[in-house]
């Protein structure tokens, strides 16, 4: 027990190192492995059964994230398809003409060793992706939804992989199992009455454990388990909240599954050497997904960022080495080399991500040229007619602020919304709404407005961060007219006020007032406010 908190604090300060230099804390936990290693530690049962439960809840995460409707785009499901295909013949021609020029480790792999690997590195990373989009806030732009929509339908072959690999037949009694779709229902119910506690952690750790288990004992791979019951949630409201919960517990165990791989054996400089050679094809993977985007008729901005968030190797990669080397399909050391190629790709991956703008700004006139001359509905330009005033975020609080401004200044007033569902619905109740985000770069290079024209912004999304991130954006835009947002703490109203926003609103302190307003007016016949 002494070693295992031994390597898990090991694994912080290396995290924490990788943090510093702008990497994702993953490298860090790696690179403790491989010291460990060094140093003659081994690979624990605990961390081994860290290791486990780390890869049951991601499994589990992606299952509560996975709405089949959100991944119809061909966008998606057919650039990450046939890139997959394209990846796995090219990389495992590279494999062959390597092995066939002398280099020893490559010339001993047979063809099913071939596209064992190159399926691995066909893989870009999630974790890596997700950091990125919600480092530079643009999780919910065109091409943040496309990267993650991407990284899901891979994830679902990793999933398929990891299902069939264990080689054996299911139980009979396997087809028992269709008895968990009417209990859907049920689940709803104890997700509903689980509250935002304790309580809600807890049955999300039972049902993505108990549910693997479950499976294990019909001779099915648990982790299928894990993502059939999360997918059993993902249409309900409060799944998105269930996964924020468990994010701290999934990443949390995953550090054993990090640590495993380094101590899973010596670091070498022919693993090194070998891990730069992989190195030479994420530039092909980069590539090849912005040659896929760009014919799938994205802007070339849309298809530089996403095919940038992409251009990495993944740690599903390593779990499907890792499942290879159990099963003698491939030798201990490529599990190594797999993870020194992991580390490396994030290291050249993270400066390129924190310069995107500067990139296509500089290669905008090249990239194009690759453009198609028809362009999906939302990368089209966007004329939103004589606009006085906008209002991002349309939930209750930007509906109530878009009624009230309408009485105030007319059919000027228009809301905007990256919510679809809530666009539609405004939209049939005859408000002015538009779909799009102040977060995002390419909406305001698609919305065709005289700003000039335009004398107030209110920023009405729910995240202060996001409000932050419009009012720079605004700024960089070089809009000067107004800007009012909302926040919850006086911090955030600092920092907007900081940004640029003119006119902070407090939303519990105000609402405070207001309800005190309301009460007098109503129970105590008090005369009503003036409206200001």
Excluded at 1 to 28: C, E, H
């Amino acid at each position: 027990m002494q070693s295992d908190i031994i390597a898990i604090a090991i694994a912080y300060v290396f995290g924490l190192a990788a943090r510093l230099v702008g990497l994702p804390p993953l490298v860090g936990y790696l690179l403790a492995g491989f010291g460990l290693y060094a140093s003659g530690g081994q690979l624990t049962p605990t961390l081994k059964e860290f290791s486990e439960i780390g890869v049951t809840l991601l499994l589990f995460s992606i299952g509560l994230k996975l709405r089949l409707s959100s991944l119809l785009m061909p966008q998606i499901w057919a650039v990450a398809s046939l890139h997959m295909l394209a990846s796995v013949v090219a990389i495992s021609a590279f494999i062959f003409i390597v092995g066939f020029a002398g280099i020893t480790l490559f010339s001993h792999l047979d063809p099913l060793m071939f596209a064992l690997l190159a399926f691995a590195l066909s893989f870009s990373s999630t974790v890596f992706a997700v950091k990125i989009l919600e480092e530079k806030g643009e999780m919910n732009s065109l091409y943040g939804r496309i990267s993650i929509g991407i990284l899901i339908v891979q994830d679902i072959a990793a999933v398929i992989f990891l299902v069939f690999s264990t080689g054996k037949l299911p139980s009979v009694w396997a087809l028992s199992l269709v008895m968990l779709i009417p209990l859907r229902r049920l689940l709803y119910r104890l997700l509903e009455r689980s509250g935002h506690g304790e309580l809600l952690i807890l049955f999300g750790l039972s049902l993505a454990l108990g549910g693997a288990q479950l499976f294990e004992l019909f001779s099915i791979k648990g982790d299928l388990g894990a993502l059939i019951l999360g997918v059993m949630l993902a249409n309900h409201v409060r799944a998105p909240e269930l996964a924020r919960q468990l994010l701290g517990f999934k990443d949390l165990f995953l550090v054993g599954f990090f640590l495993s791989i380094g101590l899973s054996g010596p670091l070498s400089w022919n693993a090194v050497a070998i891990s730069l050679l992989l190195l030479l094809l994420v530039p092909f993977k980069t590539v090849l997904f912005f040659g896929l985007f760009s014919r799938f008729q994205l802007r070339a901005r849309t298809s530089l960022l996403a095919s940038l968030s992409l251009a990495n190797y993944s740690e599903f990669g390593l779990i499907v080495v890792a499942i290879s080397v159990s099963n003698g399909w491939l030798g201990s050391e490529w599990l190594i080399i797999t993870a020194i190629a992991l580390s490396l790709s994030f290291i050249v991956a993270a400066p390129l991500n924190g310069a995107t703008s500067h990139l296509y700004a500089r290669l905008c006139i090249f990239l194009s040229r690759f453009e198609t001359a028809q362009r999906i509905s939302e990368e089209e330009d966007i004329n939103p007619g004589d606009t006085g005033v906008i209002i991002f975020g349309m939930g209750r609080v930007g509906s109530g602020t878009y009624d009230a401004m309408r009485k105030r200044m007319g059919e000027q007033v228009l809301g905007v919304d990256i919510d679809e569902d809530i666009v539609k619905k405004l939209k049939a109740s005859g408000r002015r709404v538009i779909r799009g985000s102040a977060t995002d770069p390419d909406f305001w290079n698609r919305i065709c407005l005289d700003f000039e024209r335009v004398s107030l912004i209110l920023l009405a999304m729910p995240n202060a961060q996001e409000n932050l991130r419009a009012a720079q954006q605004l700024k960089d835009t070089g809009y000067t007219g107004k800007i009012a947002a909302v926040a919850k703490y006086t911090d955030e109203i600092e920092a907007l006020q900081r940004a640029g926003v003119h006119a902070a609103f407090n939303l519990y302190a105000e609402a405070g007032a207001g309800f005190a307003d309301h009460v007098c007016h109503e129970l105590l016949s008090e005369p009503a406010p003036p409206v200001t």
